[in-house]
């Protein structure tokens, strides 16, 4: 009888305190975490953009995949082509303006590897740059992300943000 009573009592511990902030943000929270990936890319749908001129890859994203969420997280697949025309593909996160998560890789015939990994910091100037191009140039103009999957597609096309790339001016005093 006593350990019935032990029972009842362990049903009956307090639990954690919730906070205001993690009742509201428990659903945001969650869906971060459980991200499913888009249809793989179809060719028609990538977008190329440019990395440095010491990449060695060729990088697009999908611009069916782009997506902002309420979260504040970009969301796209990335496509890395390499010199020998394999291509790499990733549903990647990036939460503006340095950091990046990758959700899945794909395997061949189009399905999808679950990878899930943390957010991780990226740095400029590594073999990674093409996280840094996109932040800078395409999805954080001011460090803030894009607003909606339009705008990052806008500016995958005309190759930079409008925000971010300026325009060369003629600086001369001509009349």
């Known amino acids: 009888m006593r ?13 954690q305190p919730v906070s205001d902030w993690e009742r ?21 749908d990538l977008i190329e953009f440019y990395v440095s001129p010491t990449a060695e890859f060729k990088y697009f994203v999908d611009a069916r995949s782009l997506s902002v969420g309420a979260d504040r997280i970009v969301r796209f ?18 939460r503006c303006p340095r950091e990046h998560r990758l959700y899945a890789v794909a395997r061949a015939g189009g ?34 992300p894009i607003r909606s999957a339009a705008e990052g597609v806008d500016a995958l096309r005309r190759g930079s943000h409008p925000s971010v790339y300026v325009e060369p001016k003629n600086l001369g005093g001509g009349n």
């Open 3 to 15: 350990w019935l009573l032990v029972l009842l009592m362990a049903g009956c511990a307090p639990t």
């Open 24 to 44: 509201q943000n428990r659903q945001r929270l969650v869906s971060e975490d459980t991200a499913a990936p888009p249809p793989y890319p179809r060719p028609a």
């Open 77 to 94: 697949t990335l496509v890395a082509r390499s010199p020998s025309g394999v291509d790499n593909v990733s549903y990647e996160g990036m």
């Open 111 to 144: 399905s999808w590897s679950s990878r899930d990994s943390d957010w991780r910091e990226f740095a400029r100037g590594t073999s990674l740059g093409w996280q840094y191009a996109l932040a800078h140039h395409f999805f954080c103009p001011h460090r803030d």
